[in-house]
């Protein structure tokens, strides 16, 4: 991991789209300037995290391959990133 977080989910082993949900869900209670991971071996993850976190206007710090899964780094930017919708 890259930076410190406040929020680690592992969601390895989850159906589609278990990752990006835990993971909107996490975003969305965390205070501005908190950083969410998610650890996930779902393939549509790659896809839909950062699409969303783009989309929300929050940041993703890094999109990383272990062994087993991918982990994603979230820092929340946005302080009403409830708004935005998958």
């Known amino acids: 991991m ?10 390895r082993g ?9 993971m909107i869900r996490a975003v969305l209670s965390a205070r501005t300037g908190q ?3 998610v650890l996930s071996d779902d ?9 969303w976190v783009e989309k929300s206007g929050n940041e993703l710090m890094a999109v990383t391959r272990e062994a087993d899964c991918d982990e994603f780094i979230v820092r929340k930017v946005q302080p009403y990133a409830a708004d935005v919708r998958r």
């Open 14 to 22: 989850s159906d589609c789209p278990t990752a990006l949900m835990e």
């Open 43 to 51: 393939a549509m993850a790659r896809i839909d995290i950062p699409l």
């Open 2 to 11: 890259l930076a410190a977080v406040d929020v680690l989910i592992d969601a």
């Open 35 to 37: 950083v969410v991971a």
